[in-house]
Structures are given as C-alpha cells and as structure tokens.
Antibody
Framework: QLQLQESGPGLVKPSETLSLTCTVS??????????WGWIRQPPGKGLEWIGS???????YYNPSLKSRVTMSVDTSKNQFSLKLSSVTAADTAVYYC?????????????WGQGTLVTVSS | QSVLTQPPSASGTPGQRVTISCSGS????????GYWYQQVPGTAPKLLIY???ERPSGVPDRFSGSKSGTSASLAISGLRSEDEADYYC???????????FGGGTKLTVL
C-alpha cells in the first residue's frame, strides 16, 4: 500500500525558506506513470495546489507561487521535496504531499497525512 | 477567490439526496475532467470522484459525479451522518497550466 509522509520544521521565521520532504513507501518516485505534488491548506481555509514534479525533475508550479517555489526529487532516497522562499504569515498552512492518479492532467489520489507549518518569529 | 466556485454550505437529512455544484470556465472544467474530494476535518482529503464520474475502488456508489459544460456536480444519495464533511471540486486549468480547487462546501447532515 502506497504511503506518503511529510517531514520538516513545524515553525519557520518570516523571510526564511520553508523546506519539506515527502518520503514515499510502498511505491517508487521513479515510476514513470506518476507525478508527485504538494498541496497546502491554511487553517480554516480551502486547498491550494503548490506544484507537481515528475521523476525526471520536470515541474509544474502554481503561477501565484512560482517565483518562490522549488521542487526536487531524490530517487535514491525515494523522496521529493518542496522549498518555499521568503515566507510570510500567509504561508502558514497544513502542507500535504500527494501522488497523482497518473500524469499531470490527472488529479492527486494518494495523500500524506499533512504537516502544519507555522510562520512566526 | 477560488477559480472554481462552490456553495459554501449544503445540508440534508439522513436518507436524502443532496447535490453540490462546481462552476468553472472553458479553461478548466469546460475542457478537462472534474474531480471531487471529501475531507473530514483534521484529516487529509480523500478522492471521491475522478474523470467527472469515475469512483475509486472503495467509494460507495451513493456518490456520483457529472459534468455539463463548464460545471461539475457531486451527488450523494442515501445521505448518512458519516457523510458530514467538506467537499472540494478540482480540475486542471489550461490557462494557468496548473491544478485549481473550489473553495469547498461544508455538508451538514441534520
């Protein structure tokens, strides 16, 4: 059974860079059939897609976050990662990693449990 | 302001049928598949409907999806107390080259 687990600091200072890693078990990030993505949810609000990455490093980013987002994949560790720079309080959210049903045009189906990241000094 | 528009709330009594709408545009729902997610507060979203009307294995057939033009709909029949959750529609947007979500609909089972 595919499982995804987010990890990273739960508290980040304003203007710093948020860094999260998603560890995949029961499957491989090298599988050519799937994209892997990040979605976030501010407290009490809706879902926002951050971006998605393919095993070869091909990425799609949310245009509203593109200037601050970097995603990468580490096939040797079966992980993929998210970096969001110059964070503000508005970036406080639960961050989910997920696997798409297939290519980029198919939605996420497997989700991690999510990790709360708070931006505060 | 979400790209996809959903009513903020919906309600029904046990056994009833409820429908949740999702209004988009020609660049998302109008030209791509609609997806629906169920989220019980405090947990990760769960895929309910993909490619407009397909159900993943394990999702009861009480849940059904449809699409007409630039709108998608989720119908829940035989409403149960455990269906009380937030529901989100989603789709690929060609103009944004990215995934967009609706603002979510909170379903209350009275």
């Amino acid at each position: 059974q595919l499982q995804l687990q987010e990890s990273g600091p739960g508290l980040v200072k304003p203007s710093e860079t948020l860094s999260l890693t998603c560890t995949v078990s029961g499957g491989s990030v090298s599988n050519t059939n799937y994209y892997w993505g990040w979605i976030r949810q501010p407290p009490g609000k809706g879902l926002e897609w951050i971006g998605s990455i393919y095993y070869n490093g091909n990425t799609y980013y949310n245009p509203s976050l593109k200037s601050r987002v970097t995603m990468s994949v580490d096939t040797s560790k079966n992980q993929f990662s998210l970096k969001l720079s110059s964070v503000t309080a508005a970036d406080t959210a639960v961050y989910y990693c997920a696997r798409h049903l297939g290519g980029i045009f198919s939605g996420p189906n497997y989700w991690g449990q999510g990790t709360l990241v708070t931006v505060s000094s | 302001q979400s790209v996809l528009t959903q009513p903020p709330s919906a309600s029904g009594t046990p056994g009833q049928r409820v429908t949740i709408s999702c209004s988009g545009s020609s660049s998302n729902i109008g030209s791509n598949y609609g997806y629906w997610y169920q989220q019980v507060p405090g947990t990760a979203p769960k895929l309910l409907i993909y490619r407009n009307n397909e159900r993943p294995s394990g999702v009861p057939d009480r849940f059904s999806g449809s699409k007409s033009g630039t709108s998608a709909s989720l119908a829940i029949s035989g409403l149960r107390s455990e269906d009380e959750a937030d529901y989100y529609c989603a789709g690929w947007d060609d103009s944004l080259s990215g995934w967009v979500f609706g603002g979510g609909t909170k379903l209350t089972v009275l």
